[in-house]
């Protein structure tokens, strides 16, 4: 094969590649670039690194429910630090910290890493998901450490479908309905414990006082 023909034959094989790389990129929601995970909000302050940062709400638009902070945190430093705040600036929702284990607080272990959402995981969570912002927006949200201090970053607030499914928060129970009254097992005008019963003696029975109930002999 000529020199010419090599070369037309490499630049056809790169015409192709090409178009078919444009292919997969349009090729709908089968297309494999529709399979990498969305980008989450990421930031760095000195030892702690936040990443993969979201709000993630009820599945469902108009449910009741919490919602929760998700995130992966790394410490950098030497000296492990503890999560002691989330907030949310701008809203009234308060945000209640969950440790894995036990009932103490979030630590991030020196060099180490902590997962907030998912089964088994740390939690951040807001008791009523209604006042954290609408899908779709960006909620300021702010990390505050034992040693680092605050660190702030704006994070996408998004359903928890798909991708976010397993990472987010898990409907509010239904307060069960109160059971109907049962009606008194004593039947209505009957005899109290004791008075009447076989066996017992009733108050026409018991002698009066200084009665013996012996016939006197005379």
Known sequence: MSRSLRHGALAA???????ASLAACGAGND???????????????????????????????????????????????TQ????????????????????????????VPAGGSVVLGG?????????????AAKNGSVQNVVFKFSTTGEVPLGVLVVPATSFFTGFGPSSLPTAPSKPATSPSNTPSGSATAGAGQPGSE???????????????QD
Do not use: M, Y
């Not at 094989?13 to 178009?19: P, Q």
């Not at 909000?41 to 919490?66: F, H, K, M, W, Y």
């Not at 089964?119 to 006042?131: L, T, Y």
């Open 13 to 19: 094989t790169a015409i192709v590649f090409s178009i």
């Open 31 to 77: 297309a494999a670039t529709l399979q990498v995970r969305p980008d989450s909000a990421a930031t760095t302050s000195g030892d702690i690194s936040v990443q993969n940062a979201n709000l993630i709400t009820q599945p469902e638009r108009d449910a009741e429910g919490p919602a929760v902070v998700s995130a992966t945190l790394f410490n950098n430093g």
């Open 80 to 107: 492990k630090q503890t999560l002691d705040t989330v907030s949310l600036p701008g809203t009234s929702a308060s945000v209640k910290l969950h440790a894995a284990k036990g009932s103490g607080p979030i630590e």
């Open 119 to 131: 089964k088994g995981n740390a939690s951040a969570v807001i008791e009523n998901g209604r006042e």
């Open 202 to 216: 009733s108050d026409t029975d018991v002698p009066g006082d200084g009665e013996s109930g012996v016939p006197s």
